[in-house]
């Protein structure tokens, strides 16, 4: 039934012809929420987010469902929708607004074949594109906390299929470097009898604050101490944190940064004069050693970009006896580093793991138990001081 992507489209095309649009239903919400905006970027970014904030997404596919959009005024009355049904009320609110906005299908990640197949299931996902000074935008509004202008990594460098009237334009959504994802956690520390106490800044960036949003405002509100507690310290009950500081949780843009001050408890072993220091209370990917059995690869769902980085100042009197050896592993998939580094009275250890297309394929695993071993031997490795 379907010899090439034309054929393809023109059903789909078929399916979006039976659409009657109602914008007078939505018309006084649309007025409310662009009333102060002034560019038009205000006014797209207002009314994205006003979709992502108020349209439970939720996927619900039965018969031509899944495939047909739901009706934009259905969407806006029952606050919830499929990924179709939510670009299609993202498309109407922004035409009614006066914009040139259009349903879109794509391919996730997850889909491991492209528009070359002529098949109905080449297209798992549906967003809405909105061109503006010959610019477009991919507009995903299941992805509650991506801010405008972002994309998230499930939809990057993937093709997709814009509507045009009785043609469609090909395009790709454009992917990201890794810098947009980060997450950084930087501590300054000093030495209290067995613990190391100090402040502990975190920021994230990209794909890791995205994440942070979603599992912060799904978690009940009476659970959210515990929660941020349990993000802080990575799960290590040995951490202690206190007087946490947010930002604007709503605000999409940016990074987010928050900080806290920080116990980090049996952190220090003390024999006679010399003092072994665990300078990294994470050990991020520590037991990631992958089995033999496992077939399929490891997909995180982000570009991984994790940084650490702690600042001990040696008290008066102690000298630096011994500093563990850099550690460098680099592989096409995935790199660590570990350094150290003295100057003055401060000694900064520095940790960055970074697997940059987010995924472990299964070539890889071999090479990755490898490095896995080599990292959990480097972070057994103790810095020591003496007095």
Same mark, same amino acid.
């Given at each position: ?6 054929? *393809? ?20 919400? /649309? ?5 102060? @905006? ?12 006003w979709?992502?904030d ?19 005024q ?14 299609? /009320? ?17 391919g996730?990640?997850r ?21 503006? +000074? ?8 299941t ?18 299929m814009i ?19 980060v ?5 300054n ?11 502990y800044a ?10 942070? *949003? ?15 507690? +349990? ?8 951490i ?50 992958? @089995? ?8 995180f769902?982000?570009k991984?970009?994790r ?11 102690y ?46 695993f071999?090479?990755?138990n490898?490095a ?12 020591? /001081?003496? +007095?």
């Amino acid at each position: 039934l379907l010899t090439s992507i034309n054929d *393809l489209y023109s059903w789909y095309n078929t399916l979006i012809k039976q659409l009657k649009p109602k914008p007078a239903i939505f018309q006084t919400v /649309l007025t409310q929420i662009t009333k102060d @905006k002034k560019t038009d970027e205000e006014k797209i970014k207002a009314i994205y987010y006003w979709v992502q904030d108020n349209i439970r997404y939720i996927a619900f596919e039965d018969g031509v469902a899944a495939f047909k959009p739901d009706e934009a005024q259905d969407v806006f009355d029952k606050r919830y929708g499929d990924c179709k049904g939510m670009a299609n /009320l993202t498309r109407e609110m922004l035409r009614a607004a006066g914009y040139d906005a259009r349903l879109t299908w794509i391919g996730t990640r997850r889909i491991m074949y492209d528009q070359t197949v002529p098949s109905i299931a080449i297209y798992n996902h549906m967003i809405c594109t909105v061109i503006l +000074n010959g610019k477009k935008y991919y507009l995903d509004a299941t992805e509650k906390y991506m801010p405008f202008g972002e994309n998230a990594l499930r939809i990057q460098d993937r093709p997709v299929m814009i509507e045009d009237g009785n043609q469609f334009i090909q395009d790709k959504v454009t992917g990201s470097d890794l810098s947009r994802d980060v997450d950084f956690r930087e501590i300054n520390v000093s030495l209290n009898g067995e613990t190391l106490e100090g402040k502990y800044a975190v920021t994230l960036k990209g794909e890791a604050k995205k994440n942070f *949003l979603y599992s912060y405002h799904y978690t009940k509100t009476d659970k959210r101490k515990e929660f941020m507690e +349990n993000f802080i310290s990575s799960g290590n009950d040995k951490i202690k944190t206190t007087d946490i500081k947010l930002p604007d949780l709503e605000e999409r843009s940016g990074s987010l940064d928050m900080t806290s001050s920080a116990v980090f408890k049996s952190a220090v072993s003390s024999f006679n004069k010399e003092h072994y220091i665990d300078i990294d209370p994470f050990k991020t990917f520590r037991d990631w050693e992958i @089995k033999d059995t496992r077939q399929g690869d490891i997909d995180f769902g982000e570009k991984i970009n994790r940084k650490l980085s702690v600042t001990l100042t040696v008290p008066k009197g102690y000298t630096v006896s011994d500093v563990p050896e850099n550690v460098q592993i680099t592989d096409p998939a995935f790199s660590f580093s570990l350094a150290y580094k003295v100057t003055g009275d401060k000694i900064v250890y520095t940790r960055e793991i970074i697997i940059p297309d987010g995924v472990i394929r299964k070539k890889s695993f071999e090479s990755w138990n490898a490095a896995v071993s080599k990292l959990k031997k480097a972070y057994e490795s103790q810095l020591v /001081l003496k +007095n």
